[in-house]
Antibody
Framework: QVQLVQSGAEVKEPGAAVKISCKASGFNLNAYYIHWVRQVPGQGPEWMGLKVPGSANYARQFRGRVTMTRDTSTSTVYMELSSLRSDDTAVYYC??????????????WGQGTLVTVSS | EIVLTQSPDSLSLSPGERATLSCRATQTVINNFLAWYQHQPGQPPRLLIFDASVRATGIPDRFSGSGSGTEFTLTISRLEPEDFALYYCQHYGDSPLPFGGGTKVEIK
């Protein structure tokens, strides 16, 4: 079955970076796009962006701080967010979107990774 | 950029009742590229509806989506105990891909 399995919870100090992994199984990663979405407690989800072969599309508020990468040999995608602030405390999700569309709905979600930014 | 506003913030209903949730966009949603998700505590969101009215795989037919332009509605015809949750709408016409702030459906 389709699965997106993410790495575990992280606690980081302000100014640090966090890198989250998302391993895909049960489907061909080359036939879909994987996006990242985060959810700050008490707020609606927030789209962060996606990385596809040859390009990346990041939401404006994260440009310069976020890097998304793919390793197709292990069917794993990564999201690194740097210069962390307390308001980056959130649950981060990798999500599956339609192939060929940077804009998509998301039919499968990873289990989420809680990132806590605190000194 | 399109901004989505959901109303009401919360809805208190009893099992078996009908729930009507609204999602309003600040600009016309092209091609009805509007999705709805259900979010249960401790779980990731689940896709319910895409293209404003198409149920995702495995979604019961008590869930229906409607609307066009700037006004969209998610209707749950008869609430089951497992339907009490948060619901979000999302626009995917072009990036960025905004979500609404959510409507919480609570047990009365």
């Amino acid at each position: 079955q389709v699965q997106l399995v993410q790495s575990g919870a992280e606690v980081k100090e302000p100014g640090a970076a966090v890198k989250i992994s998302c391993k895909a199984s049960g489907f061909n990663l080359n036939a879909y796009y994987i996006h990242w979405v985060r959810q700050v407690p008490g707020q609606g989800p927030e789209w962060m962006g996606l990385k596809v072969p040859g390009s990346a599309n990041y939401a404006r508020q994260f440009r310069g701080r976020v890097t998304m990468t793919r390793d197709t040999s292990t069917s794993t995608v990564y999201m690194e967010l740097s210069s962390l602030r307390s308001d980056d405390t959130a649950v981060y999700y990798c999500v599956r979107g339609r192939f060929g569309h940077h804009a998509s709905y998301f039919d499968f979600w990873g289990q989420g990774t809680l990132v806590t930014v605190s000194s | 950029e399109i901004v989505l506003t959901q109303s009401p913030d919360s809805l208190s209903l009893s099992p078996g009742e009908r729930a009507t949730l609204s999602c309003r966009a600040t600009q016309t949603v092209i091609n009805n590229f509007l999705a709805w998700y259900q979010h249960q505590p401790g779980q990731p969101p689940r896709l319910l509806i895409f293209d404003a009215s198409v149920r995702a795989t495995g979604i019961p037919d008590r869930f229906s989506g409607s609307g066009s332009g700037t006004e969209f509605t998610l209707t749950i015809s008869r609430l089951e105990p497992e339907d009490f949750a948060l619901y979000y709408c999302q626009h995917y016409g072009d990036s960025p891909l905004p979500f609404g702030g959510g409507t919480k459906v609570e047990i009365k």
